[in-house]
């Protein structure tokens, strides 16, 4: 066994916190309300080649694990732009499936080309009904086409551009992501029957990225508090001289590193191919308890950072508000809990415990 | 035991229940939507104003529990109405005219003939007029006992200068209850209390701040440079300050004995709020989500059992300053454990909303904004800990 980061990632999520210390850092608060990022600092993120990273599976699982940490770290700054200019992360494992189902393979020849343009975004939803006429769903960069793919609990659908109709959105946080509401016209929607394991599969590769973001912005918020608890003074000692906060702040700490560990191996263990139900199970379980987690674990930690600085945590100077709102928002997305939970309560019995000999 | 409450309890509930539908809801939402506080000429004021609200909080005209019954309930009336308010909006309901939180300790140190001046305003009914209170610095929040804005003694009067922060409705405020220390190194006491008026040569307001939630009302930064304030503002007067080394540092905790209670309940209005919204929405789950449907009850469930509890502890400490029953632990229990349960139940209504609880300018996610920040004012969680260990008679760190 080896949980070492490979060290050809290492590069990348250097880069990553370079670009975040240049472009993300000072300037958060001026792209919420542009509602976009600055073009140099898109110029910064293309750099990255993230959006590659994301396309370029199920070629080589490694490539989750990088794009997945590379989220992480990015979202530990700010993940509000995420949602837009990372177009790929979330939908990209639903385009996948479509490019391997015959009637959505001749609709979308090459839905990969959607992910690198500003003009076009593939959104993805999910729904607990197959009936989605009318339905509202969230996506990301307002002013341009979209297309949806939306999982229920059976199907894979698409929605094109002309079936949709869109409204600019607030959602309370993501806002330099340039939230729109989507809502499904009269269709002439395309839809394909997808098995148990591959639906699944798709929505847990949306919840490994909203895990990667959720688990970002709560270490981002717990070092920010963690730094402010070692100077600000109060009954004569340090905010994080007092046990009580202290032995919070380590719980906390443990919590994330527990689960930033899951995460890794949740995106190393990405399905090298589609056909084998087993892997994709594994995966879709170990995706998805984490979401359950990350979710709980994030609204914990940033609750937490946001009390360790009092009343200096509910406001817009500090950034430890603006964690704690990503992070409830994000946990909305794709379905929530509730949709999890409910895909955990059948994979309980088609996975067995990995470790288990 | 007797858990009816008054005729005039009831009324003024549904009194905030018609102005909450009509106005505070309506008006909250637009300025959360502007991010921007409610303007103080707003006409809503001059209405709230003409009412007689603007009494409320003076320490007087409490109803009594029942005509058999030895004391008042005012307490219990301002805890319920609290929540009521909180749960059409917490925000505007802040923001409504009247001594807000400078009331308790006008009402509790004040003399009488202080209080027949510094209310006096607010029994007019012409025009909206505010109050405010004034304890956080930039170097003491938590630890008020760290306060280091000074008040020097000079002919006639006092000299105030620092700083004080997050004081809610002072820029609009006739007056400010200022809590300040003739000398750091006494800690506790050093405090006085000071009413500031409006246009004292000396106080500006420095900044508003932008809040993540509860923005229908203005939370401020103000500066004291040289403030002259006369011997008569002094809260009590100087006697007041002899008859206990602590005095003006216990005037501030009763006041806050006072408030948590209120600031606890307006969370449960808030968590009300929100079961609503998600009962509302089981209904449309029930149908076309099936399988969705027993978690969401069972959520629906938990929901309501925790606001009850939240409610009984609010409403067991307001009762007990009604019948002036030491409540100090009690009040603290109230917002320690009201708030951040009120949290996990607008999250869970969030939840059961999924992302249409996001979708059309949701109440829900404001609801999250908002509830978050009683968890904070008037002592976080951490402070309502540390008081009820004292209270429980628990060793505290040597730092003590």
Known sequence: ?357 | MNIEISKSTKDAIELVRIIGKEYLRPLGLEADRLKRPIPKDHPFYFMVAKSGYMTQGMGSEEPKTSKSSSHSEGSVRSVLVAEEGSYWDRGALVSLPGPGLGGPPLARMGTPEQKERFFAPFRQKERPVWAAFAMTEPGAGSDVARITTRAFKTKGGWVLKGQKMYSSNSPRAEWVVVFATIDPDLKRAGHRAFIVEKNTPGFEILRIEHKMGLRAYETATFSLDECFVPDENLLGEESYYESSQQKGFEGAMAAFNSTRPIIASMAVGIARCAYDLAKDAYKDIAIQAFRRKETVLEKLVEMRATIESARWACLKAAFMADAHIPNAMEASIAKAYAPPKSLEVVETACEILGEAGLLNDSIAEKLARDVKALDIVEGTQQIQRRVISKHLGLVLTSSE
């Not at chain 1, 004569?236 to 689960?259: D, I, T, Y």
């Not at chain 1, 709102?325 to 939970?341: H, I, K, N, Q, W």
Request: contains cysteine; aromatic residues 10%; glycine residues 6%.
């Open chain 1, 1 to 357: 066994m080896d949980l070492k980061i490979p060290a050809e990632h290492e590069a990348l999520l250097e880069a990553c916190k370079a670009f975040s210390k240049r472009h993300l850092s000072q300037n958060y608060r001026t792209f919420e309300s542009q509602k976009r990022l600055s073009d140099e600092a898109v110029k910064g993120f293309n750099e990255l080649s993230l959006n590659e990273l994301y396309i370029k599976f199920p070629q080589e699982n490694q490539e989750t694990l990088a794009a997945t940490l590379a989220t992480f770290e990015l979202a530990s700054v700010d993940a509000g732009w995420l949602f837009y200019y990372n177009n790929p992360g979330p939908a990209s494992g639903a385009a996948l499936i479509a490019t391997s189902s015959e009637p959505l393979k001749n609709l979308m020849s090459n839905p990969m080309s959607i992910f690198l343009t500003e003009e076009n975004f593939l959104g993805f939803g999910v729904s607990t009904t197959d009936d989605i006429k009318d339905k509202e769903f969230i996506g990301f960069g307002a002013t341009g086409a979209h297309h949806l793919l939306i999982a229920t609990n059976s199907s894979l659908i698409y929605v094109g551009p002309d079936d949709c109709q869109f409204k600019e959105l607030r959602l309370g946080a993501f806002d330099a992501s340039a939230p729109v509401k989507i809502t499904v016209k009269e269709t002439t929607t395309i839809q394909t029957p997808v098995d148990f394991s591959t639906l699944t599969f798709i929505k847990s590769y949306a919840r490994l990225f909203t895990s990667s973001v959720m688990l970002g912005a709560a270490s981002g918020a717990l070092e920010h508090a963690i730094a402010y608890g070692k100077e600000r003074i109060v009954f004569n000692l340090p905010v994080l001289g007092h046990q009580a906060n202290a032995f919070s702040v380590a719980k906390c700490k443990s919590m994330l590193e527990a689960l930033k560990t899951k995460l890794t191996v949740a995106a190393s263990l990405f399905p090298q191919e589609l056909s084998s139900a087993k892997a994709l199970n594994l995966f879709s379980w170990l995706a998805s308890s984490l979401y359950i987690q990350a979710i709980e674990a994030a609204k914990h930690v940033t609750d937490v950072a946001v009390l360790l600085l009092g009343g200096h945590g509910y406001m817009e100077d500090e950034p430890v508000e603006k964690y704690w709102r990503e992070v409830r928002t994000c946990s909305l997305f794709y379905g929530g809990r509730d949709s999890a939970m409910q895909d955990l309560q059948q994979l309980l019995e088609l996975v067995s415990d990995p470790m288990v000999v």
